[in-house]
């Protein structure tokens, strides 16, 4: 593409000045010449005769109608490079005959041959026409044409077609031989030279001015159902559709009515269909602005319009589309743009530029073949398959056989157009003609684009769901049944604590009665701030049996926050909370209530309040207009989702479920109401110091729970967690997008033994109101948001509350029984959100904000949010609320919060490199001691001795090969993995020396070097080995999955290599195959230091563990199981029959003999064109990519090993991964691979909030942080505060949120002076941090949060400084004193108390490892 | 030589090429098919060539270039107009 350009940009106007050609013709060559293989101008018509035709007259015709037309003896020569069109004196050439009577199958056997032929490539230098009579009976014949578009154009057809019909009627003697058809037809030659005059006149400068101006600035490209194109091809579809004699009819009679007609029907009919094809583009993309090429064909005089050649100019209509446009008052625009364009269409305005001013075309044919000697044969426009690859979609109309009915073409491109959204795409583009047809006065916008088949299964199949629940109970009546069935089981324990059914029920009634004497009545709001402990289930029961609603507020939330909530309710109402809280909420104005200060009250079940049309709880989210909002929620609407999630989740099992997540968030109902209505247990989990989150790792370390609700986040965090000791049946993640990576790296993690759901759904319609079971092979980026739950409903609406169409994005509408009352005291906002259902009469729709669009497979895809609601961390916040907040200040003029994506990677400069290795510290875990040297330097000298009882004597190795010739059944003794490198060059040359008959196999992955391929060849015909190449078409889809998996391109391509090596040895019955992995790899892979710790170390039982590694590797699941044949791997004996040898675990060569060896006996040459030792160019994708998403190099580690193993120089390895990838290609390969890059947000820890702020005075971060702190909850509080001079606006006067800077990785403004790190155990905190946080520079008495810090990262801190040391760091003293320097002293203090148990050896060595 | 005429003039030689058509005042030029749409805009440009007027897209109708009449009628008034 870039290259297209640039080619077209340096030569375009140099060489069209030299060359004879017309600036169409000439932009045409161009085309062609860019994409010399395909056949994109392939001009095919072909004649069907139901009748005896003369071949002999036929040939003779065409013979005539060549010699007498210079247009078909026109050939296109290169001289010094430039284009020239030459007209042969003579071109012959007999007409083909290709007979096909004597076929079985005649019609068969001329689709076969026409499917060969209208690809065929025209020798500009030779000929641009192929032309042949095929004939299928006695009276049936074809006569196909196919002519190169440089030398006709649509009305050229007709006049070839005229032509040849006079002549074909002379030749067989209807009309006198004596009229001289032949010289009466004038010259494409004058034409040209028309055109060559033209341009220096007036009207042409004119007409160029015009073009000029309205192409300068470049409209929007347009998305096709909303889909980018990944790839640019030439390959096209056409579909055909027949648009049927009563709408060719009806929009005929339209556009010949008075106010449409315009000087001619033909004009008149353009417009009509310019305007239908601009509706139906607009309605598919939604774009505003919308630019289409049509072909214009100048023949001005008579004497051109008997012309055959190509006279046509392609220029841009360009309509812009406003919101309330009508059929009509878009016709009338069209109209005018159809005339303004008429007039500058002139002879020799097309120009390359402005050819890509547009990605559709219409082409309007008016042309109908009359008869041919009497006959009337039918007309066929074959398609080559092949367009211009910027054209996304062409339209081409016409009815050349004079049906009365036109045929529509559609040419696809087919990477723009699934196959099964083209079908789609002719539907909707038929419900626009009809809609027109049946009221042209009404708007764009209420057409319906569905087919009846689409509404069929969007709307109403999709959202059957009707299912019994038990609509006239209330929750309590299900926990009061469920405590009768099992009075003595477990219902909530905490610690070694718990309470059973009946004794919840008791405390509960006990609550439940005192509130009633306070006067809690029937739907009531009774706030609720505690912690998680018993108190707190018992209190959600209390409150609800009194029949109050519930209304839970974040312990941790400031008062502030709570006051505001309290003050919603509207009168003083009840705010429960515990005993330890009481004075953080001593100042607001409610009745506080502790349950230790209730006294006695009766423990039987109170008589029944709530019924279900009463609320059940009250949850606030955050509020746009900087007030959180109260959705409320009834009984009956929880009943209904529990009692679904019940028969979805427990399968009529009782599950324990922790109750770990914040109370304030509705994914917390799930985890209590669900086991307590099926006789399960809570498990409470407290959270330490407030820290929402960081207790999921305990729920995970104890292992007592079978369900986890949870957001993505969370999983994030546990992602790399032991699952071994788990009873963990089923995650159920809802919350926030929900990434397919992530959702497959915890399935494998627990073998695919869990059950892992994406729950969808808005507090506003309880919790989860779609429901989908992730599947490993799912292959879309995010797992799909599946199937509406029990009495739900979902659509997928435009603004005008139109169903979308498959493939176009729309707004997310709920319907139900689930869904919310509505907003507490927001009556307006209640009335926006919730609206009336126009497809379920008396029922109402929740408005969620939230895009999706339908799948060609039926399944909706979720896109985010519409608005500025956002989600970090799970939480929903609508930015504005801490706009608003900010908008208090007194300081702050201006403000905008948005989110920002932090980065992983660590500048360069920054980095320690091992003194030893060159092991840099952005790899992971990396550490140095005071000499500088890594720490897997330092495990190796540990243990480096006790690992060569891994390797094994040449000998062995000797013998081994003496029993594989023993063992031999077919041509070879093994198969040997020739990667081409040096390592696998010695190791064949090796075993050719030992006489074994080797069958060398290298993987062509289609991005071997060329030098490397080279050498593969040499070396293998050098040691008169047999080679093979092996490919699979799954290449591109293997790269994707590996890059996706792995950051890298390698995994995928080892495990290619030895699943496809396996069936090539099973093929020809080969038993070995023998691997040239380094001495380095064995310790980058299988000789880790964790091998060695065990002090009974023992070879077998590594060999075991590989043995059962390599099984389980071969038996994953992935892109590469379910494209290549695997069928082998399932069974144990595979891995009997053949056997791997790993080369270098006998053998051990000292580099410097390796290469001496390989100089003098075998021609190996390292390869220059990749940039490294590596014969692979898309290495490079893996690099950019891994360096990218995890932030360090993927070849840190295998090279710090080569260094380790004397392989390669510490610089030289430095300098290798020093390498400058060149973006360009890494891009262009993630192209053609299909690889599309993730977005940054693909990491939910990785989102921040960031807040601009315009102020007065001083304010610092510490500041800003220290007043929000005061109003939001920690969730909401930005982890960026940066200061602009002015906030970046758009050209509407909006805030430019694309144009604000990235937070800097620089330390922020803060209250505390910056000191930096001096210890070694602060410098290696200062790191930790400084990943975490996505700083640079970190003092020491930095405060974490006001670095920006947020929950998630403080955990990821934690974590890795307890795995680090060895500790057990608590959460809670951490978030006490949040900087490094009190960090680095709780450390101290931990590690001098393990120490105090420890003999001296054991400590000193702890203490050294520390430093 | 009236501006009619060099509109006759035009249409026969150059559009139509036939130089011995008769072509009435109130001969339908478009619906006939005798002027295509391209003709009209070669002759849009012809006459503002020969009268300096300026003829916007939106004036281009049927009602004003339908016929020679017309098209003198409505050029007569641009010319008053200014």
Request: aromatic share 10%.
């Amino acid at each position: 593409m870039v290259i297209e350009k640039d080619i077209i940009k340096t030569n375009n106007s140099d060489l069209a000045a030299q060359s004879n050609l017309t600036r169409s013709q000439f932009l045409i060559w161009l085309g062609q010449t860019l994409a010399p293989d395909a056949p994109l101008y392939n001009m095919i018509q072909t004649f069907r005769f139901e009748a005896v035709l003369d071949v002999e007259a036929f040939q003779q015709s065409w013979a005539t109608l060549v010699a007498s037309s210079d247009a078909l003896r026109t050939i296109i020569e290169e001289v010094d490079g430039v284009p020239q069109q030459r007209v042969l004196d003579s071109l012959p050439y007999r007409l083909e005959w290709v007979d096909l009577r004597g076929e079985n199958d005649p019609v068969r056997a001329y689709q076969v041959w026409l499917e060969a032929r209208r690809t065929r490539l025209h020798d500009n230098g030779k000929r641009l026409f192929d032309t042949a009579l095929v004939q299928l009976g006695e009276a049936h014949f074809i006569w196909y044409l196919n002519q190169h578009h440089l030398i006709t154009d649509g009305w050229s057809f007709l006049l070839v077609y005229r032509r040849m019909a006079a002549l074909y009627e002379q030749a067989i003697g209807v009309t006198d031989a004596s009229t001289n058809i032949v010289t009466a037809m004038p010259g494409y030659v004058d034409y040209v030279r028309h055109e060559r005059s033209f341009r220096e006149s007036a009207a042409f400068a004119k007409a160029e001015g015009y073009w000029a101006d309205k192409l300068a600035t470049p409209t929007p490209s347009l998305t096709f159902y909303d889909r980018i194109p990944r790839t640019p091809t030439h390959r096209t579809e056409r579909m055909v559709c027949d648009l049927g004699a009563e709408r060719t009819a009806r929009l005929k009679a339209i556009s010949g009515e008075k106010g449409i007609q315009i000087l001619n029907a033909e004009l008149s009919m353009y417009n009509v269909l310019v305007m239908l094809f601009t509706a139906y583009l607009h309605r598919i993309s939604g774009s505003q602005q919308i630019t289409l090429g049509s072909p214009f064909h100048n023949r001005p005089t008579p004497a051109f319009k008997e012309t055959i050649g190509v006279f046509i100019e392609v220029c841009s209509l360009r309509l812009d589309v406003a919101e309330d446009d009508t059929f009509m008052s878009l016709l009338q625009k069209v109209m005018k743009e159809s005339l303004n364009v008429l007039r500058y269409a002139l002879p020799g305005t097309s120009r390359a530029e402005y050819n890509r001013a547009y990605e559709v075309l219409l082409n309007f044919v008016n042309v109908t073949f009359p008869p041919f000697a009497g006959m009337q044969p039918e007309i066929e426009w074959v398609h080559s398959g092949y367009g211009d690859r910027d054209h996304a979609l062409r339209l081409q109309i016409h009815d050349f056989n004079g049906t009365g009915s036109y045929k529509l073409h559609f040419d696809f491109n087919t990477q723009v157009f699934t196959e099964p959204q083209r079908e789609l795409a002719i539907q909707h583009f038929l419900r626009v003609v009809d809609a027109f047809l049946d009221n042209r006065e009404q708007p764009l916008q209420g057409v319906g684009l569905l087919t009846a088949d689409e509404h069929i299964r969007l709307v109403e199949t999709f959202n059957q769901t009707a299912a019994d629940y038990p609509a006239d109970k209330t929750i309590i009546h299900l926990f009061e049944a469920q405590t009768a069935r099992t009075p003595e089981a477990p219902a909530v324990s905490l610690g070694a604590t718990a309470l059973t059914y009946s004794e919840l029920n008791a405390q509960a009634n006990r609550l439940a009665h005192h509130l009633r004497g306070m006067g809690i009545r029937p739907g009531m709001p009774v706030a609720l701030s505690m912690e998680h402990s018993l108190e707190v289930v018992i209190a959600i029961l209390g409150v609800l049996k009194a029949g109050g609603a519930y209304v839970p507020i974040d312990p941790t939330y400031p008062p502030e926050r709570a006051q505001v909530i309290l003050d919603d309710f509207g009168q003083e109402s009840i705010f429960l909370t515990q005993a330890h809280l009481q004075a953080k909420f001593a100042g607001l104005k409610a009745r506080i209530l502790t349950q230790d200060s209730l006294g006695q009250s009766e423990t039987d079940d109170p008589s029944p309040a709530a019924k279900p049309e009463d609320l059940a709880y009250i949850l606030y989210t955050s509020g746009s207009t900087g007030k959180p909002k109260g959705v409320m929620i009834e009984h009956r609407s929880l009943v209904n989702y529990i009692w679904w999630a019940r028969g979805q989740y427990l399968d009529d099992q009782v599950r324990d479920f922790p109750l770990f997540s914040s109370l304030s968030f509705d994914l917390t109902v799930t985890s209590i109401f669900t086991p307590l209505i099926t006789g399960g247990q809570i498990v409470v989990y407290p959270e330490e110091s407030g820290v929402r989150g960081m207790s999921i790792l305990k729920v995970i370390e104890e292992g007592a729970v079978d369900v986890i609700k949870l957001t993505p986040a969370h999983l994030t965090l546990i992602r790399a967690m032991d699952f071994s000791r788990t009873r963990i049946k089923t995650f159920i993640v809802g919350g926030e997008d929900f990434k397919t990576e992530l959702a497959r790296s915890i399935s494998a993690a627990f073998n695919h033994q869990v059950a892992i759901y994406n729950e969808y759904g808005p507090t506003e319609a309880t919790v989860g109101c779609m429901i989908q079971r992730f599947d490993p092979a799912e292959s879309a980026l995010s797992v799909p948001v599946g199937l509406p739950v029990a009495n739900a409903q979902i659509y997928v609406l435009d603004a005008h509350l139109n169903p979308v169409p498959t493939g176009v994005i729309g707004e997310m509408y709920i319907g139900g029984d689930g869904l919310a009352r509505g907003y507490l005291n927001r009556p307006d906002l209640t009335a926006e959100r919730f609206i009336t259902n126009p497809f379920k009469a008396g029922t109402r729709l929740y408005k969620t904000g939230d895009l999706a669009r339908w799948t060609t497979g039926g399944k909706l895809e979720f896109l985010g949010r519409a608005d500025h609601q956002v989600k970090v961390g799970g939480a929903r916040i609508e930015l504005g609320e801490i706009e608003s907040r900010l908008a208090a200040h007194p300081q702050i003029k201006e403000s905008v919060v948005t989110v920002v994506h932090t980065h992983r990677a660590t500048p360069e400069g920054d980095l320690q490199y091992c003194t030893r290795c060159g092991l840099a510290s952005n790899f992971p875990g990396a550490s140095y001691d005071d000499q500088g040297v890594c720490h897997l330097c330092r495990a190796y000298d540990s243990y480096k001795d006790r690992a060569q009882a891994y390797f094994k004597p040449m000998t062995e190795l000797q013998a081994l090969f003496e029993q594989m010739k023993a063992g031999r059944n077919g041509d070879y003794d093994c198969v040997a993995l020739f990667s081409g490198g040096k390592d696998s060059t010695y190791m064949v040359a090796q075993l050719v020396a030992a006489g074994l008959k080797v069958l060398t196999f290298t993987l062509d992955n289609g991005y071997i070097s060329e030098q490397a391929k080279a050498n593969i060849r040499r070396v293998a015909a050098t040691l008169k080995v047999d080679h093979i190449f092996g490919k699979t078409p799954a290449m591109n889809a293997i790269f994707v999955d590996s890059l996706k998996q792995f950051a890298n391109v390698c995994n995928g391509c080892f495990k290619t290599i030895y699943t496809l090596a396996v069936n090539l040895a099973r093929e020809k019955g080969i038993r070995y195959i023998v691997t040239g992995l380094s001495r380095g790899q064995f310790f980058e892979t299988r000789l880790t230091p964790e091998v060695f710790q065990d002090p009974n170390f023992n070879v077998e039982e590594i060999d075991r563990s590989i043995l059962a590694a390599r099984k389980a590797y071969h038996r994953r699941d992935d892109v590469i199981s379910r494209e290549l044949d695997v069928d082998a791997f399932r069974s144990d004996a595979l891995f009997e029959d053949i056997q791997f040898i790993d080369f270098y675990r006998y053998c051990d060569v000292a580099l410097g003999d390796l290469y001496a060896f390989l100089d003098q006996y075998v021609p190996w040459v390292r390869p220059s064109d990749t940039g490294r030792s590596t014969n692979c160019l898309i290495n490079d994708l893996g690099i950019y990519l891994h360096k990218k998403q995890r932030g360090y190099h993927n070849y840190a580690l295998p090279y710090s090993w080569d260094v380790r193993m004397g392989h390669k120089q510490r610089d030289e390895a430095l300098d290798e991964l020093n390498d400058i990838i060149d973006e360009t290609q890494v891009k262009r390969m993630m192209q053609e691979i299909g690889y599309t890059e993730p977005n940054l947000s693909d990491d939910p820890s990785a989102k921040r909030l960031a807040a601009y702020y315009v102020a007065e005075g001083s304010l610092t971060s510490s500041d800003m942080r220290g007043y929000l702190s005061q109003h939001l909850p920690e969730f909401m509080l930005p982890s960026y505060f940066i200061r602009l001079d002015s906030l970046p606006l758009t050209r509407n006067g909006k805030i430019d949120r694309t144009a604000l800077p990235d937070p800097q990785a620089d330390r922020p403004e803060l209250a505390s002076a910056y000191q930096a790190p001096e210890t070694p155990l602060e410098t290696q905190l200062a790191v930790i941090w400084s990943k975490a946080l996505n700083l640079a520079q970190i003092g020491i008495h930095d405060n974490f949060f006001e670095l920006g810090g947020s929950s998630l990262p403080a955990i990821q801190v934690i974590y890795q400084v307890n795995q680090r040391f060895g500790i057990d760091l608590p959460v809670a003293r951490f978030f006490e004193n949040p900087t490094i320097s009190q960090m680095s002293a709780q450390i101290e203090d931990l590690l001098i108390a393990q120490v105090a148990g420890m003999s001296d050896d054991d400590a000193a060595r702890l203490l050294a490892s520390l430093q | 030589m009236d501006i009619k005429e060099q509109i006759k003039q035009f249409i026969i030689v150059e559009l139509a090429g036939q130089p011995g058509l008769a072509l009435g005042n109130d001969d339908d030029l478009l619906l006939s098919g005798l002027v295509d749409s391209l003709g009209v805009v070669r002759l849009i440009g012809f006459l503002e060539e020969q009268t300096g007027v300026n003829i916007p897209p939106g004036e281009i109708t049927i009602e004003n270039f339908g016929t020679v009449n017309a098209m003198a009628a409505y050029l007569g008034a641009k010319v008053v107009s200014g």
